[in-house]
Every structure is written in C-alpha cells, then in structure tokens.
C-alpha cells in the first residue's frame, strides 16, 4: 500500500496565488478593496469570497469586513459580560484609542463621511459602537448616541449610557417592575401629564412612553425608510422608474444611501440593471452633467 496520502491538500485558491486569484475570481471593482485587506483576509475566506456570483460579493465582503472589525476591537456581542444586579453603573467594554491620530481613522474608514461632523463629538465607546453597524443604520443610531447633558439629582442614565446598554443587552429589567426606571412611567411619579409636544401620555404604571422624534438637522436630508432622497425623481427624470425596485435592492447591497453615492457609482449600477444602449447612454450623460 502506499505510505502517502492519495488526496491532496485541498487548496482553496485552487492553485492560484492570492493576487492571480483576485484577478480572475474577483469583481473588478473589489479587487482594491480586497487588496487592501490582504493582512486581514484568509486563504479560506479569499477562496469562498471567489465562489460567490460577481453581483453578491460586495455583500460578502462587507460581511467579512464587519468580522474583522469586531475582532479588532476586541470584543464580540456574544461574548459580552452578564447583566448585573444594580443599574445605577453601566458596566461597559473598555474601548479606547491610543491617541487622536487611531480616533480619526478609525473615524474616516468607518463612519458615514456625511455623519463624520456629529460623530466626532462621541465618545470612544460610542464611536466604536456607531462604526460597528452598517452605513444605512448609522444617522439613526447616531441621534440616540449623541452626548445627553447633565440630569443632576435624577440619577438618569444619559442618551449616549442608555443607546449602549440596550445595544449590548446587559442591564437587567426593574426590580419588582416598581420605581421610575428608563423609559417607564408610574403614577406614584406622574400626577398630571408631561408637558411635551407630540407625547401620548398615559397614567398606568409600566407602559413605555414613546419618545420625541428626532428633527433633522438645518439643510441636511435625511433618509427615508426603504428609500433613497431624490432617488425616484432621477430615475423618473431618465425615463428608468422602472428599475426603482431593483435600484433600491442594489442601494440595500452596496450600502447607499445618499443619491450622491448612487450617482457617483453610475457604472456599477448599469451593469447592474443590465440596461439597455440608449438607457446607459442617457445614465452616462446625466452623470457627466453633474460632474460638470
């Protein structure tokens, strides 16, 4: 019998090196994002990522991405440590960067660069928890995560405390379900509505109160939800409402949310929809014009 095994070592490049693969199993316009995480990225993970269909990459690669940052950040949400008995302190992961020059990247590479103004107001906690998430969930959290000023006497958590311990789920329930805990009304506490615009208020004890909608920002749009601003009337404007659907599944992908960002990824979206000559030749133009 021979002595040596008869399979060999399977090779999920297929032979291939790690440069020669992204070029041949790669979207074009991925290979210098995949390139660029060469460090980060595995044999096996290389080799999977190649075995998806061109069009589902750029999610594959995101998901990997965000792998890689948590792994970075040294923690996991699986692996958070248990709720404790008290919630007057807010046991959180100690997360801080090394000096400003860390914080600032970690800013430009993973926070929306139309939320960069707003974030770098965050805390380092905050700031690696809003990084954390996707491009699409970051404006919303980012209101909830904004620096509350000071509540005194009242011993309330702030904004920013209360957004992280519900995103990490390590802080118990009221005890008893008696007492003025966050979000909770009791009418030992409230004799007479709060004077607040747009609040529903009601007496019984342990139903939530909604909270007051956030306003947008002076001059700055704001996405709606399953959306893009200014997206259906472009498309209506080249004679292409018909792909709207479709658009807005690729949006979902790609992580657009701006009809800048659309805009400036008019080719990838083309090849996308498989439009026909003269729709891509009306795209083309449109975005030439806005270039000009």
Same mark, same amino acid.
């Given at each position: 019998?021979?002595?040596? $095994?008869?399979?060999?070592?399977?090779?999920?490049?297929?032979?291939?090196?790690?440069?020669?693969?992204?070029?041949?199993?790669?979207?074009?316009?991925?290979?210098?994002?995949?390139?660029?995480?060469?460090?980060?990225?595995?044999?096996?993970?290389?080799?999977?990522?190649?075995?998806? =269909?061109?069009?589902?990459?750029?999610?594959?690669?995101?998901?990997?991405?965000?792998?890689?940052?948590?792994?970075?950040?040294?923690?996991? %949400?699986?692996?958070?440590?248990?709720?404790?008995?008290?919630? $007057? %302190?807010?046991?959180?992961?100690?997360?801080?960067?090394?000096?400003?020059?860390?914080?600032?990247?970690? @800013?430009?590479? =993973?926070? =929306?660069?139309?939320?960069?103004?707003? %974030?770098?107001?965050?805390?380092? +906690?905050?700031?690696?928890?809003?990084?954390?998430? =996707?491009?699409?969930?970051?404006?919303?959290?980012?209101?909830?995560?904004? *620096?509350?000023? &000071?509540?005194?006497?009242?011993?309330?958590?702030?904004? +920013? %405390?209360?957004?992280? /311990?519900?995103?990490?789920?390590?802080?118990?329930? *009221?005890?008893?379900?008696?007492?003025?805990?966050?979000? /909770?009304?009791?009418?030992?506490?409230?004799?007479?509505?709060?004077?607040?615009?747009?609040?529903?208020?009601? *007496?019984?004890?342990?139903?939530?109160?909604? +909270?007051? &909608?956030?306003?947008?920002?002076?001059?700055?749009?704001?996405? /709606?939800?399953?959306?893009?601003?200014?997206?259906?009337?472009? @498309?209506?404007?080249?004679?292409?409402?018909?792909?709207?659907?479709?658009?807005?599944?690729?949006?979902?992908?790609?992580?657009?949310?701006?009809?800048?960002?659309?805009?400036?990824?008019?080719?990838? @979206?083309?090849?996308?929809?498989?439009? /026909? *000559?003269?729709?891509?030749?009306?795209?083309?133009?449109?975005?030439?014009?806005?270039?000009?």
């Amino acid at each position: 019998m021979p002595t040596g $095994s008869v399979l060999g070592r399977w090779d999920p490049l297929q032979g291939r090196n790690r440069q020669d693969f992204i070029s041949e199993f790669i979207n074009y316009h991925l290979q210098d994002k995949v390139r660029a995480h060469l460090l980060d990225i595995s044999d096996e993970e290389l080799g999977a990522l190649g075995a998806h =269909h061109f069009g589902d990459q750029a999610e594959q690669l995101e998901a990997l991405r965000v792998q890689w940052q948590q792994k970075a950040c040294g923690y996991q %949400a699986a692996s958070l440590p248990k709720a404790q008995e008290s919630t $007057s %302190a807010l046991p959180l992961p100690n997360m801080h960067f090394n000096d400003d020059a860390a914080r600032q990247d970690f @800013l430009q590479k =993973h926070i =929306h660069r139309k939320l960069h103004r707003e %974030a770098t107001k965050l805390s380092d +906690e905050a700031l690696q928890m809003l990084g954390s998430l =996707h491009f699409s969930d970051q404006p919303t959290q980012l209101g909830r995560l904004r *620096p509350a000023a &000071p509540s005194g006497a009242s011993g309330r958590e702030g904004n +920013e %405390a209360a957004v992280l /311990r519900r995103l990490f789920r390590n802080s118990p329930g *009221p005890p008893g379900g008696k007492g003025n805990q966050e979000g /909770r009304c009791s009418t030992e506490t409230w004799s007479s509505p709060p004077e607040a615009a747009n609040v529903e208020w009601t *007496p019984e004890d342990g139903v939530d109160t909604p +909270e007051p &909608p956030k306003m947008p920002s002076t001059g700055e749009q704001v996405p /709606r939800a399953g959306g893009i601003p200014g997206l259906s009337e472009w @498309l209506q404007e080249l004679c292409l409402e018909e792909y709207e659907e479709e658009v807005l599944r690729w949006c979902r992908s790609m992580g657009a949310i701006w009809l800048e960002e659309v805009q400036e990824n008019a080719e990838d @979206l083309a090849d996308h929809l498989r439009l /026909r *000559p003269l729709e891509r030749r009306r795209l083309q133009r449109a975005v030439a014009t806005l270039a000009t």
